[in-house]
C-alpha cells in the first residue's frame, strides 16, 4: 500500500529463465526489501522503483533504482557503514545497509552504489551463478 500512497510507479525486468544461485531466501529477502523501502523513503512524493535482473558474466545481477532524490557525493562512502544514517534524526539506526552488505558479501557477492542528487539512486548487487545452474 505504501507503494500506492506515495504514487510511485514501479517497472521491473525479470527473464523467464534464469540459472539459480546460492543464497539464503530469507536472508536475501531482507536485502531487497530494505533497499526496497529505502528506495521509497526517497521518493515521499512519488516517482519510479525500478528492478531489474539478469547475468552478468558468471554473476546474476539485481539492480535496484529510485527516482529519488540521490545521495550527495560526501556521503556516498559513508552508507554502509554501521550506525551511518541520512534520515533524520529518530528515522533510522543506520544498520540497514551494514547489514545488507554483510549479507551479500556472506554469499560471496558484491553490492555497490550509484547516486547523483537530484536523480536517484541504484544498487546493483552481484551474486555469484550456482555451480551446473
Same mark, same amino acid.
Given at each position: 500500500?505504501?507503494?500506492?500512497?506515495?504514487?510511485?510507479?514501479?517497472?521491473?525486468?525479470?527473464?523467464?529463465?534464469?540459472?539459480?544461485?546460492?543464497?539464503?531466501?530469507?536472508?536475501?529477502?531482507?536485502?531487497?526489501?530494505?533497499?526496497?523501502?529505502?528506495?521509497?523513503?526517497?521518493?515521499?512524493?512519488?516517482?519510479?522503483?525500478?528492478?531489474?535482473?539478469?547475468?552478468?558474466?558468471?554473476?546474476?545481477?539485481?539492480?535496484?533504482? %529510485?527516482?529519488? #532524490?540521490? @545521495?550527495?557525493? &560526501?556521503?556516498?562512502?559513508?552508507?554502509?557503514?554501521? +550506525?551511518?544514517?541520512?534520515? $533524520?534524526?529518530?528515522?533510522?539506526?543506520?544498520?540497514?545497509?551494514?547489514?545488507?552488505?554483510?549479507?551479500?558479501? %556472506?554469499?560471496? #557477492?558484491? @553490492?555497490?552504489? &550509484?547516486?547523483?542528487?537530484?536523480?536517484?539512486?541504484? +544498487?546493483?548487487?552481484?551474486? $555469484?551463478?550456482?555451480?551446473?545452474?
Amino acid at each position: 500500500t505504501r507503494v500506492l500512497e506515495q504514487r510511485v510507479n514501479v517497472t521491473s525486468r525479470i527473464p523467464d529463465h534464469l540459472p539459480k544461485v546460492r543464497a539464503d531466501h530469507d536472508q536475501m529477502t531482507q536485502v531487497v526489501l530494505n533497499l526496497i523501502l529505502n528506495a521509497l523513503h526517497a521518493m515521499p512524493n512519488g516517482g519510479t522503483l525500478r528492478l531489474n535482473l539478469d547475468i552478468a558474466g558468471p554473476y546474476a545481477r539485481l539492480a535496484i533504482a %529510485d527516482t529519488g #532524490g540521490g @545521495i550527495p557525493p &560526501e556521503q556516498l562512502a559513508q552508507i554502509f557503514e554501521p +550506525f551511518f544514517t541520512t534520515k $533524520p534524526t529518530g528515522e533510522g539506526t543506520g544498520l540497514g545497509l551494514s547489514i545488507v552488505k554483510r549479507i551479500v558479501e %556472506d554469499h560471496q #557477492g558484491s @553490492i555497490a552504489v &550509484e547516486s547523483n542528487p537530484g536523480e536517484g539512486t541504484v +544498487f546493483t548487487i552481484m551474486l $555469484p551463478i550456482a555451480p551446473g545452474a
